[in-house]
């Protein structure tokens, strides 16, 4: 399923509007458009971004570190997205927020729907993100991820790099963690 353009807002009635949308769909904000994007996701698709986030959240100290799921957006200005899982500090922003423009992490699991925007549009997106230090793409047909890693000069590269296979291990050293794909992808054929 392709994203579909439904109304031109500004952005204080995207998220009053996101506030009372249906369940049934998903909605994302680009450039003034509020874009209809697919609904849930297959068994596999969910499995890796809750392992992931479940790797987050044992690694991490919580009263540093968030770690969300796809009810919360990325806000990049022009573009508010939302991801399947992200990590951010705890200091910046309250309980109540409904999005974060400081993701240190974000991670997108490939779909169908999804692979064009995922590895081509919005990494170019997240990276104008001072805050962001890691975005991973993780594929749910075989054990690759895609990892987009800010640089010492403080740069990412043009290409991700590619880590494929059960021995593989994310390192993240902005947030002091390694995500081994063999948790990640436990059980998933």
Same mark, same amino acid.
């Given at each position: 399923?392709?994203?579909h353009?439904?109304?031109?807002v500004?952005?204080?009635?995207?998220?009053?509007?996101i506030q009372?949308?249906?369940?049934q769909?998903r909605?994302e904000?680009?450039?003034?458009w509020?874009m209809?994007q697919?609904?849930?996701?297959?068994?596999?698709?969910?499995?890796?971004a809750?392992?992931?986030?479940a790797?987050?959240?044992?690694?991490?100290?919580?009263?540093v570190?968030?770690?969300?799921?796809?009810?919360?957006a990325?806000?990049?200005? %022009?573009? =508010?997205?939302?991801?399947? $899982?992200m990590?951010?500090r705890a200091d910046? /922003?309250t309980?109540?927020?409904?999005?974060t423009?400081h993701?240190?992490?974000?991670?997108?699991?490939?779909?169908?729907?999804s692979?064009?925007?995922?590895?081509?549009?919005?990494?170019?997106?997240y990276?104008?993100?001072e805050s962001?230090?890691?975005?991973?793409?993780?594929?749910?047909?075989?054990?690759?991820?895609?990892?987009?890693q800010r640089?010492?000069?403080?740069t990412f590269?043009h290409?991700p790099?590619?880590?494929?296979?059960? %021995?593989? =291990?994310i390192?993240?050293? $902005?947030?002091?963690?390694?995500?081994?794909? /063999?948790e990640?992808y436990?059980?998933?054929?």
């Amino acid at each position: 399923m392709t994203a579909h353009a439904l109304m031109f807002v500004d952005k204080p009635t995207f998220y009053r509007f996101i506030q009372t949308a249906d369940e049934q769909h998903r909605y994302e904000y680009v450039r003034g458009w509020i874009m209809q994007q697919q609904a849930g996701g297959t068994r596999k698709h969910t499995q890796i971004a809750t392992r992931f986030a479940a790797v987050l959240v044992q690694a991490l100290d919580p009263n540093v570190w968030i770690v969300t799921g796809p009810d919360r957006a990325a806000d990049m200005g %022009d573009t =508010v997205r939302y991801a399947d $899982a992200m990590v951010e500090r705890a200091d910046t /922003a309250t309980g109540d927020s409904l999005r974060t423009e400081h993701p240190t992490l974000v991670l997108e699991v490939l779909s169908p729907s999804s692979e064009e925007r995922d590895l081509s549009i919005k990494p170019a997106e997240y990276m104008r993100l001072e805050s962001l230090d890691t975005y991973i793409v993780a594929s749910q047909d075989e054990v690759l991820c895609y990892i987009w890693q800010r640089q010492t000069d403080g740069t990412f590269s043009h290409k991700p790099q590619m880590l494929k296979g059960r %021995d593989q =291990v994310i390192q993240v050293p $902005a947030l002091g963690v390694a995500i081994p794909l /063999a948790e990640v992808y436990r059980g998933i054929d």
